[in-house]
Each structure stands twice: as structure tokens, then as C-alpha cells.
């Protein structure tokens, strides 16, 4: 008496070639896109981009006291859930005149122990750009700011100058803040 089940194996072989026939293909390998992201800001009317590394938050201006012996684009110090953060107006400081604009925001800058903000006209929002966008030589960047440009993108015919929060922290004209 000959056994006529099919064997596990031959059972196994039939459901994978059905499988296979009913199966959808893989999808196709694309070419991974490295992408950049910053914070856009307004700065004397124009606008930039901080990368998102060294923006540590992003807020209203809180109520400041006035530090006594600084110079004039030094707002004064606001306590930040018990932390004290020196306020700067940077246009005060690049442009020699004080920011007026209404819809003022604090950029909070965070290197290490290093710990300040600066008032810039307004926050744009986040912006994400791809590698290949990327501008070596940026056009038309003001001599106040240059020393903190590196790059930019080109999107859609608009160019984003990348502003290094962690370049102007570092600059001695930041850091010298006493009359």
C-alpha cells in the first residue's frame, strides 16, 4: 500500500511557487538624499537661516532688567524657568540701530557652557533643503553679517544665507558686552 499525501516538502514547494507568482516586486532602490535644516529668521528685513543645531529654543521676549554699564544692543537678562539669559539685539549690535519690529523672537544660542539669545525680527519657521542646493559663494551678503556666513541654499530662485549662531557667540564683538 503506496502512501499518496504529499510529502511536507513537496507541500512547502507548491505554496512557495504560488507565492511567488501572486507576490508583488520589491520596490526599487532610490538614491538617498542628504537634507539640511535650519530655523529662518528676519534680520533687518532680510532673510536667513540658523541651523538647527545651534538653536537651542525659540520664544517669545520675556520681561528683561536692564544690565547697568552695557552697551546699548545688550537688552538686559531675563530669567528662563529660573535660568538667567543674557538678551542681545543683534541687529542693535551688526547695524548700530535697535530692533523695532513687533514681531520680535528670542533665538536662544547653547554651545557647551556658553549660554545667550539674540532678538531678530521675526521667526519664519523651519526650512529643510537638500545637499544639492547648497551655495558655496552666497550673493549680496551685508558686511555686518559676513563674518558669520559660510554658505546658503538656492531654492526655488530664493537664496537662505546660513547664519552660524555658534560663529557670532564666538566673535569678541559679541562677547564684550561692558561699556
Given at each position: 500500500m503506496s502512501d499518496t499525501r504529499p510529502q511536507p516538502y513537496e507541500i512547502l514547494?507548491?505554496?512557495?511557487?504560488?507565492?511567488?507568482?501572486?507576490?508583488?516586486?520589491?520596490?526599487?532602490?532610490?538614491?538617498?538624499?542628504?537634507?539640511?535644516?535650519?530655523?529662518?529668521?528676519?534680520?533687518?528685513?532680510?532673510k536667513y537661516v540658523a541651523p538647527l543645531?545651534?538653536?537651542?529654543?525659540?520664544?517669545?521676549?520675556?520681561?528683561?532688567?536692564?544690565?547697568?554699564?552695557?552697551?546699548?544692543?545688550v537688552r538686559?537678562?531675563?530669567?528662563?524657568?529660573?535660568?538667567?539669559?543674557?538678551?542681545?539685539?543683534?541687529?542693535g549690535l551688526l547695524y548700530k540701530k535697535?530692533?523695532?519690529?513687533?514681531?520680535?523672537?528670542?533665538?536662544?544660542?547653547q554651545n557647551g557652557d556658553f549660554l545667550s539669545s539674540i532678538v531678530v525680527d521675526d521667526v519664519i519657521g523651519l526650512q529643510h533643503f537638500e545637499d544639492?542646493?547648497?551655495?558655496?559663494?552666497?550673493?549680496?551678503?551685508?558686511?555686518?553679517?559676513?563674518?558669520?556666513?559660510?554658505?546658503g541654499f538656492n531654492r526655488e530662485d530664493q537664496v537662505w544665507t546660513v547664519f552660524s549662531l555658534f560663529a557670532l557667540a564666538e566673535d569678541s564683538a559679541f562677547l564684550q558686552v561692558a561699556l
Open positions: 514547494c507548491e505554496l512557495d511557487a504560488a507565492c511567488r507568482e501572486h507576490a508583488f516586486e520589491l520596490p526599487k532602490i532610490e538614491e538617498v538624499v542628504t537634507s539640511w535644516s535650519g530655523v529662518a529668521f528676519k534680520l533687518n528685513g532680510k543645531s545651534e538653536v537651542a529654543e525659540i520664544m517669545d521676549v520675556p520681561g528683561l532688567t536692564r544690565i547697568p554699564g552695557a552697551k546699548k544692543w538686559g537678562v531675563a530669567n528662563v524657568r529660573g535660568t538667567l539669559l543674557p538678551v542681545m539685539d543683534l541687529q535697535p530692533n523695532r519690529s513687533r514681531k520680535q523672537r528670542l533665538l536662544v544660542i544639492i542646493d547648497r551655495l558655496e559663494d552666497v550673493p549680496e551678503v551685508d558686511e555686518a553679517v559676513k563674518p558669520y556666513v559660510n554658505d
